[in-house]
């Protein structure tokens, strides 16, 4: 006996095919109006379930990342700061970097871009089917600090094998005087195993006296740096140009 549409879509629920329950009227309807032959209509509510599990799934991989918002390198205007190395953040958004197992440092003045071509490149390895994992420095420190006290083995397998790691705003905080030993552990559990993301508004003359440990700092920039690529980010502030933006759209409601 042939299933009704509602016992139809109670079964594909069942068998937890909702990409396919979601569209079954609207490919039966294109089947009755002969848009569509039978074949052709299946074929098309096997690709809706396709689609739908290959959303969840991306929506589970960025939602395990830590990635706070999404970022996309199209909304990016280079042309705002020509001094930036585009060239270089383009070859480094082609993700080669993370099969080759390399670091970048992005490092500059505050509000050129530095954390929102960080989260657009992780946004990109994400849906390239990377195991990301994203967090500002003064939370990766506490999150560390955690995972250790807890014994917490998962927690620091994100951290130690992520095939990228992002660790945002290095030193915008100020970190615990543990900081420096937790970040050369963590760099030298991934030297040469997975690649490393860092942004900084601190030149690195500064690292030493900011992490306590001017001894530290050399090799834990010799991991860091040894198949890494130092890019510079200098000129004008994304932050301040917004900022007079809104004062200039409140002068002319005034």
Same mark, same amino acid.
């Given at each position: 006996?042939?299933?009704?549409? =509602?016992? =139809?879509?109670?079964?594909?629920?069942?068998?937890? @095919?909702?990409?396919?329950?979601?569209? @079954?009227?609207?490919?039966?309807?294109?089947?009755?109006?002969?848009?569509?032959?039978?074949?052709?209509?299946?074929?098309?509510?096997?690709?809706?379930?396709l689609d739908r599990r290959?959303?969840?799934?991306?929506?589970?991989?960025?939602?395990?990342?830590?990635?706070?918002?999404?970022?996309? =390198?199209?909304?990016?205007?280079?042309?705002?700061?020509?001094?930036?190395?585009?060239?270089?953040?383009?070859? @480094?958004?082609?993700?080669?970097?993370?099969?080759?197992?390399?670091?970048?440092?992005? +490092?500059?003045?505050?509000?050129?871009?530095?954390?929102? +071509?960080?989260?657009?490149?992780?946004?990109?390895?994400?849906?390239?089917?990377?195991?990301? &994992?994203?967090?500002?420095?003064?939370?990766?420190?506490?999150?560390?600090?955690?995972?250790?006290?807890?014994?917490?083995?998962?927690q620091r397998s994100a951290?130690?094998?992520?095939?990228?790691?992002?660790?945002?705003?290095?030193?915008?905080?100020?970190?615990?005087?543990?900081?420096?030993?937790?970040?050369?552990?963590?760099?030298?559990?991934?030297?040469?195993?997975h690649a490393t993301l860092?942004? &900084?508004?601190?030149?690195?003359?500064?690292?030493?006296?900011?992490?306590?440990?001017?001894?530290?700092?050399?090799?834990?920039?010799?991991? =860091?740096?040894?198949?890494?690529? @130092?890019?510079?980010?200098?000129?004008?502030?994304?932050?301040?140009?917004?900022?007079?933006?809104?004062?200039?759209?409140?002068?002319? &409601?005034?």
């Open positions: 006996m042939p299933m009704t549409t =509602l016992e =139809l879509d109670r079964a594909l629920k069942g068998l937890r @095919l909702s990409g396919m329950t979601a569209t @079954l009227e609207v490919r039966a309807l294109q089947v009755a109006q002969h848009e569509l032959s039978f074949i052709d209509a299946f074929g098309a509510l096997v690709q809706d379930e290959k959303s969840r799934l991306l929506e589970r991989r960025f939602a395990l990342s830590g990635l706070p918002e999404r970022k996309d =390198l199209k909304d990016f205007d280079f042309s705002y700061n020509p001094r930036l190395p585009k060239r270089e953040l383009l070859q @480094l958004a082609a993700l080669n970097f993370i099969d080759a197992k390399e670091n970048a440092l992005f +490092i500059g003045t505050p509000g050129t871009g530095k954390s929102h +071509i960080a989260k657009a490149i992780a946004q990109l390895a994400v849906a390239r089917g990377y195991t990301v &994992t994203y967090r500002e420095a003064h939370t990766l420190i506490d999150d560390l600090h955690q995972a250790r006290e807890l014994n917490d083995k998962k951290f130690d094998n992520a095939d990228l790691l992002v660790i945002d705003d290095l030193f915008l905080r100020k970190l615990p005087s543990t900081a420096g030993d937790a970040l050369a552990d963590l760099l030298m559990h991934r030297y040469e195993k860092i942004t &900084t508004n601190r030149p690195i003359d500064d690292w030493g006296q900011t992490l306590g440990d001017v001894v530290l700092v050399a090799p834990l920039l010799d991991r =860091l740096m040894h198949h890494g690529h @130092l890019l510079k980010f200098e000129g004008k502030s994304w932050r301040l140009k917004h900022a007079a933006e809104r004062l200039a759209k409140q002068n002319q &409601t005034a």
